[in-house]
């Protein structure tokens, strides 16, 4: 079991997303079980209404990429240790967005899978990227 970041759904479920990193992130999801802490729904939407603002994607199809994300991930969502996520976010210098993956992950004994090189940079082991950890497995 992992935790991915909202990117990595992204990734999977739009076609707007590059080619190469919807591949992986297709590989990666059908071989891991994953868990996700309950603002990946803010950020998903976010990401479709910032696709849909620059016209990569009308509004319908913004709609049905949600509805396909929510019944992908309904039945993976978890609690997050939100005092966790205050101390990480203070502890390794990011935000408490951020904190709440790290957080999940590190309350579930496991990684988190994130693209962003910033995030995996300041919280070390705690998070690969997609081909890394498909790499090691």
């Known amino acids: 079991m992992i935790v991915v970041d909202t990117n990595i759904l992204a990734y999977q479920l739009l076609a707007q997303a590059d080619p190469t990193m919807r591949g992986v992130a297709a590989r990666l999801l059908a071989k891991e079980r994953i868990l996700l802490p309950v603002l990946w729904r803010h950020e998903f939407l976010n ?25 992908m991930a309904q039945h993976v969502e978890a609690e997050v240790d939100m005092m966790r996520a205050l101390e990480l976010s203070q502890e390794c210098g990011i935000s408490a967005y951020d904190a709440q993956f790290v957080a999940l992950a590190e309350g579930a004994n496991t990684v988190l899978i994130t693209e ?18 498909l790499a090691a497995r």
């Open 47 to 71: 990401v479709l209404a910032g696709y849909a603002k620059a016209r990569l994607l009308s509004l319908e199809d913004a709609e049905g990429a949600w509805h396909q994300a929510v019944s």
């Open 116 to 133: 962003d090189k910033r995030l995996r940079h300041a919280v070390g082991k705690r998070a690969v990227g997609m081909k890394e950890y």
